[in-house]
């Protein structure tokens, strides 16, 4: 009889020993599995047919990530090169356009004509400091767009295009598109796309605007960590029942541009986001340009060269410095540096060794712990409140890198999941839970708000305003509120956030909603004006309707029959999804709010349509109220 060992497939790539299949799957000794794809046992269930299949990816600043809900788990689809990475760059030529790996072999070649590194240009004004200080350090030209966002000029077809972010960013959804279709087979048009946790709203809607050009269904943006924090948890067997302490589990990401970090209290079948914080300006990308500076110096003290004075041996130079970067992680000793032909073909060489490394970039590693002290600070944790650490992002390869964050926390630091496609896995298993095609186990998320939002107006018939905070730093999310105000016309409210100085990104404002046609009661006096603010599952922020509460005046025996009241309360609640967890706030007499939430909707089912341009008007009674109206007047007319 064959002995018989365990599953070691999720969250590992079957890679670590000891991990066992949360299922208890068994599987006879010797049986084989498919190399090179994701086998994943337990929470997803094959699709019912004739459903069309879903797909998670991961936007990176570096490479993009694929994944697919296979029958029994997740697979990480391989491109046409079988690499399960796409490169982040689009080459523009005389005949067509490369993505993905082809591009990025041309990007020394064709500098000028091939964009990449422009994740964090979504949702950027052209005259952003952050803007004009990568201008600098690209090979592409940028320039302005009329309505002054980021526009990439590059020659193509022989003539000269003009595209936005939005644009460059659905080639590249498009070419993850047709990756998905070639190996299912089938078209794909529902997606859940990651994003950085600090992205803000304008970031967000330009990244939903590149999925529209796609002509995908973007069921969710998912912050970075959350989709982390859902492939750890979901396959965990031992996590604590409902009613006992949650388990504190921090997630540290350091990817190629930015580092984020989150705890995160799981029960069972549960996940709530405690807080995150992060360092938008240090990844992968700040180690290369260290190292790019200190060879440049080098090469122009030895050899009498400007590296920077040429972009095509600039970008030679930073391919070999991020191979020597990933070379030192599993070697301390010296290691050569050698590029042939570099410039005015001259060769040219160099060394570096682990220790000169690590010197070379202390700065970068002493601000590692800054976003670790933020983190505790906001959730009020203790170091030893914290049960796990785990790593992920293919800078924590770095050992000064685990050695920081593991001598912060005073314990060892964890790498269960895979460090490049853990963000893509929970961005898979989010679109598996909202997919209606999948049986998912049950695992509900509450993500959290990043930054405090605040709403300011004007006061009726007075100079003076008013400003209230509508949802705090690290308020659950998806989330509604209801806001009540006293008017007697129509009224504008402005969305900021509250601490510009906490936000990376120089504009604090989020929009300007107007509620209209909004009119005084008959005796005079003002109108109650019931505006719903929500955070939605994207992470944006919207006032998704405005109604005006009537007085109906009433007689005193026109309720009393006991038939009557029974017929009102057999009346089925019009939205009973978006009627429920809903909180009332008197902004006017500057009553505490009444908090409750409406995750179990938002977690279970697509988003619904949200106001998303910067004036939004709003009609001033819902259906709702006309209809109960309607129930009224036909009790008091005679039988």
Known sequence: ?????????????????????????????????????????????????????????????????????????????ANEFSDRCTPSVISFGSKNRTIGVAAKNQQITHANNTVSNFKRFHGRAFNDPFIQKEKENLSYDLVPLKNGGVGIKVMYMGEEHLFSVEQITAMLLTKLKETAENSLKKPVTDCVISVPSFFTDAERRSVLDAAQIVGLNCLRL??????????????????????????????????????????????????????????????????????????????????????????????????????????????????????ECFMNDKDVSGKMNRSQFEELCAELLQKIEVPLYSLLEQTHLKVEDVSAVEIVGGATRIPAVKERIAKFFGKDINTTLNADEAVARGCALQCAILSPAFKVREFSVTDAVPFPISLIWNHDSEDTEGVHEVFSRNHAAPFSKVLTFLRRGPFELEAFYSDPQGVPYPEAKIGRFVVQNVSAQKDGEKSRVKVKVRV?????????????????????????????????????????????????????????????????????????????????????????????LTSLQKLKSPK
């Open 1 to 77: 009889m064959a002995r018989e060992r365990p599953c070691r497939c999720h969250g590992n790539g079957g890679r670590s020993p000891g991990t066992g299949c949360p299922l208890g799957r068994i599987f006879p000794e010797g049986s084989r599995r498919r190399k090179r794809k994701w086998h994943v046992e337990g929470p997803v269930e094959a699709p019912r047919n004739g459903q069309t299949p879903r797909a998670g990816a991961e936007r990176g600043q570096g490479r993009k990530r694929r994944q697919e809900k296979q029958a029994g788990g997740i697979e990480t689809i």
């Open 222 to 339: 998912m912050n970075d960590m959350t989709a982390v924090a859902l492939n750890y948890g979901i396959y965990k067997q031992d996590l604590p029942s409902l009613d006992e302490k949650p388990r504190i589990v921090v997630f540290v990401d350091m990817g190629h541009s930015a580092f984020q970090v989150s705890a995160c209290a799981f029960n069972k079948g549960k996940l709530k986001v405690l807080g995150t914080a992060f360092d938008p300006f240090l990844g992968g990308k700040n180690f290369d340009e260290k190292l790019v500076e200190h060879f440049c110096a080098e090469f122009k003290t030895k050899y009498k060269l400007d590296a920077k004075s040429k972009i095509r041996a600039l970008l030679r130079l930073y391919q070999e410095c991020e191979k020597l970067k990933k070379l030192m992680s599993s070697n301390s000793t010296d290691l050569p540096l050698n590029i």
């Open 536 to 628: 939605n599952t994207h992470g944006i922020f919207t006032i998704s309707t405005a109604s005006m509460v009537e007085k109906v005046p009433t007689e005193e025996n026109e309720m009393s029959s006991e038939a009557d009241m029974e017929c009102l309360n057999q009346r089925p609640p019009e939205n009973p999804d978006t009627d429920k967890n809903v909180q009332q706030d008197n902004s006017e007499a500057g009553t505490q709010p009444q908090v409750q939430t409406d995750a179990q909707q938002t977690s279970q089912s697509p988003p619904s349509p949200e106001l998303t341009s910067e004036e939004n008007k709003i009609p001033d009674a819902d259906k709702q109220m006309k209809k109960k």
